[in-house]
T-cell receptor, first 114, second 116 residues
Framework: AQKITQTQPGMFVQEKEAVTLDCTYD???????LFWYKQPSSGEMIFLIY??????QNATEGRYSLNFQKARKSANLVISASQLGDSAMYFC???????????FGEGTQLTVNP | SAVISQKPSRDICQRGTSLTIQCQVD?????MFWYRQQPGQSLTLIAT?????????ESGFVIDKFPISRPNLTFSTLTVSNMSPEDSSIYLC?????????????FGPGTRLTVT
């Protein structure tokens, strides 16, 4: 079985600073993918970034980067130069290869202060 | 990326009634899924909507309560039947693109359901 753990129920960051949202996972699968989604108060789930378990490089998408440490089974999301619009709930999720089911963590509520 | 729309965006329903939620994608996709997010909770997969065959339900979810249709590669519906206040949730449609690429799974804007 797969399990995602997000240990930070809430995080605060000053505008323009960087913030790291933690995600650890537990799986016995060798091939899997890790996802981060943003959910604003409107409820939509916005795909941010993806990391494959065999990817050599850490994934980056604009201000988002994923700090992937496979041996530690962690996939932390780094948001650089935070903006007020980054205030939202952030979910880490994983999916094993061959399966279409996403397993989600409990989420981290990020608040960006002006 | 695929553009996904859902109808309705929100609804308030009486207990005992049913609501059908529609999910429309602007391109053909291999896989479509329905998730539920109860208030203050994370997302839970309800079922995989299979084109041309019965949906595949996750443990704890049954067809009588959540009937699903998928008549083609761009459209699916989820019905929440005989609703109770415990069904108050956000219901989200999710798709995987036709290439089945590992790194692409997107969500629709969600349907916020309140049952009174």
């Amino acid at each position: 079985a797969q399990k995602i753990t997000q240990t930070q129920p809430g995080m605060f960051v000053q505008e323009k600073e960087a913030v790291t949202l933690d995600c650890t996972y537990d799986t016995s699968d060798q091939s899997y993918g890790l996802f981060w989604y943003k959910q604003p108060s409107s409820g939509e789930m916005i795909f941010l970034i993806y990391q494959g378990s065999y990817d050599e490089q850490n994934a980056t998408e604009g201000r988002y980067s994923l700090n992937f440490q496979k041996a530690r089974k962690s996939a932390n999301l780094v948001i650089s130069a935070s903006q007020l619009g980054d205030s939202a709930m952030y979910f880490c999720a994983m999916r094993k290869r061959g399966s279409s089911r996403l397993t989600f963590g409990e989420g981290t509520q990020l608040t960006v202060n002006p | 990326s695929a553009v996904i729309s859902q109808k309705p965006s929100r609804d308030i329903c009486q207990r005992g009634t049913s609501l059908t939620i529609q999910c429309q994608v602007d391109s053909q996709v291999t896989m479509m899924f329905w998730y539920r997010q109860q208030p203050g909770q994370s997302l839970t997969l309800i079922a995989t909507a299979n084109q041309g065959s019965e949906a595949t339900y996750e443990s704890g979810f049954v067809i009588d309560k959540f009937p699903i249709s998928r008549p083609n590669l761009t459209f699916s519906t989820l019905t929440v039947s005989n609703m109770s206040p415990e069904d108050s949730s956000i219901y989200l449609c999710s798709v995987e693109d036709i290439r089945g690429v590992m790194d692409e799974q997107y969500f629709g804007p969600g349907t916020r359901l309140t049952v009174t």
